[in-house]
């Protein structure tokens, strides 16, 4: 389970040629609580893969997030930007801290005052670093990068915004080779003030 809070750095508009342009910058930093499920019995250092798909970290961690949004009228990018800093959990494991840079292209179809549908499609770039065993011993088969292509949508109700996206990798290396990213699925929910 995670929280994330951002701060409304900017929000402007201009108008260019009788079309609005705007522009929003939202900083923040998040925390993610040890709520999942971690196994020690499987941080087997020589089958690493096990380790990296567990249902949770058992680690308190970290997150610094930026996010820039640019829309003409209908038409937008957004960008958003993530640095995820791991914890040991008590097991002396330390997963590697992860970066993560997501750009999409939508279009925003107002159906009326209260509701906005958005569909999207873009690329999520995310390169981790190698894990850690006791602070000391690097886990190899750990760590690595990967490009993924994303499609998927965004309904907005006022201050609530419910969405959901398909991702598939179109290009990676993780865990040296010997660890393979399939199709995946994500959906969220959040809450203006």
């Given at each position: 389970m995670s929280a994330i809070g951002y701060y409304q750095a900017f929000n402007k508009e201009s108008v260019i040629k009788n079309k609005t342009l705007s522009q929003t910058l939202w900083l923040g930093g998040g925390i993610k609580a040890p709520t999942g499920t971690y196994n020690p019995e499987e941080k087997n250092i020589g089958q690493s893969s096990l380790n990296t798909f567990q249902l949770g970290t058992g680690s308190l961690d970290f997150s610094l997030n930026a996010m820039y949004?640019?829309?003409?009228?209908?038409?937008?990018?957004?960008?958003?930007?993530?640095?995820?800093?791991?914890?040991?959990?008590?097991?002396?494991?330390?997963?590697?801290?992860?970066?993560?840079?997501?750009?999409?292209?939508?279009?925003?179809?107002?159906?009326?005052?209260?509701?906005?549908?958005?569909?999207?499609?873009?690329?999520?770039?995310?390169?981790?670093?190698?894990?850690?065993?006791?602070?000391?011993?690097?886990?190899?088969?750990?760590?690595?990068?990967?490009?993924?292509?994303?499609?998927?949508?965004?309904?907005?109700?006022?201050?609530?915004?419910?969405?959901?996206?398909?991702q598939t990798p179109l290009s990676q290396n993780l865990g040296e080779k010997k660890v393979e990213s399939k199709n995946r699925g994500m959906a969220h929910i959040s809450y203006s003030f």
């Amino acid at each position: 389970m995670s929280a994330i809070g951002y701060y409304q750095a900017f929000n402007k508009e201009s108008v260019i040629k009788n079309k609005t342009l705007s522009q929003t910058l939202w900083l923040g930093g998040g925390i993610k609580a040890p709520t999942g499920t971690y196994n020690p019995e499987e941080k087997n250092i020589g089958q690493s893969s096990l380790n990296t798909f567990q249902l949770g970290t058992g680690s308190l961690d970290f997150s610094l997030n930026a996010m820039y949004d640019i829309r003409l009228q209908n038409v937008g990018v957004n960008v958003n930007s993530s640095y995820k800093i791991n914890t040991s959990n008590k097991y002396d494991y330390q997963y590697g801290n992860k970066f993560t840079l997501n750009m999409l292209g939508y279009y925003r179809f107002t159906v009326n005052d209260k509701l906005a549908i958005t569909p999207n499609t873009g690329v999520l770039f995310e390169t981790a670093s190698k894990d850690w065993k006791t602070k000391d011993i690097q886990v190899w088969e750990t760590g690595g990068r990967s490009l993924i292509g994303t499609i998927g949508a965004e309904l907005n109700f006022g201050r609530v915004s419910i969405g959901a996206n398909f991702q598939t990798p179109l290009s990676q290396n993780l865990g040296e080779k010997k660890v393979e990213s399939k199709n995946r699925g994500m959906a969220h929910i959040s809450y203006s003030f």
